[in-house]
């Protein structure tokens, strides 16, 4: 290949970094202090690097990653300062995560989801959305929405996981590691965590050699043989009950958000383990 990019780096953003070597991009999640929580301006940033990447011609494959000890643990639930209260605020709150992925989904680049440490809720979406997963051997993966009275926004997991194993996960919120993710399907490899951006280059270089048009075409018949069998109804329908789901009320759902209005977040997440621990309440 010739003419190749040179290596530049784009800080321009607040809640991500967007790196470029030759012909493979990186967007790392940057907000370690968060553990990478998905609020909506980390997300806004996420779709203008994506739709910017889809437009570089020069751009054959990229990485998604995450700083810290976290790909994400998840949607943002700090309080809002104008809380959701109606169906219409949480349906925009699911169509501004899904529309982040869906792009993921839809680009014409093969794209990796390098996942490090926690990889939770939307963070566990966004790894699904990805085409390939490689997992750090100290990986977790989950879907604990149910455990605070919540479900997926984007309702992929029946798309990636068998059945048996789809029901487990999402109508528990257990928590499981890279192998045992790596053997359900979430993951399609699992490797050293010291290794793991290592690997994840040499597969997007791999995937650099491949001719666009070639990887684009390939990729889309693959994602259409999905979508003739339902995968977007499946979505819409995921992201509704979503927003159904949040107007519900119940005593774990006051507890929860109680002790989080009170005591924060991670007083609430310590009531919501203990809760879920063999032998909790």
Known sequence: MTNHPTSEDSNGYRCIRLDIDRWVATITLALPEKMNALGDEILLEMQHALDALERNPAIRALIVTGAG???????????????????QDWREHARLGNETFLKIWRSRLPVIAAVNGFCLGGGC???????????????????????????????????????????ELMLTGDRIGAREACEAGLATRVVPAGAL?????????????????????????????????GFQSTIDYGAEMFALIHLLDSEEKREFFGIAQDKGLKAAFKWRDERFSVGGA
């Open 69 to 87: 000890r976290a790909f994400s643990s998840g949607f943002d639930l700090s309080p809002r300062e104008k809380p959701f209260t109606t169906v």
């Open 125 to 167: 979406e966004l790894s699904m959305a990805c085409d390939f997963t490689l997992a750090a051997d100290d990986a977790q993966f989950g879907e604990p929405e149910i455990q605070f009275q919540s479900a997926p926004p984007l309702m992929i997991m029946p798309w990636v996981v068998g059945m048996k194993k789809t029901k």
């Open 197 to 229: 951006m290592d690997e994840a280059r040499k597969l997007a270089l791999r995937f650099s050699m491949i001719a666009p048009d070639a990887m684009q075409m390939n990729k889309q018949t693959i994602n259409r043989s999905y979508e003739m069998r």
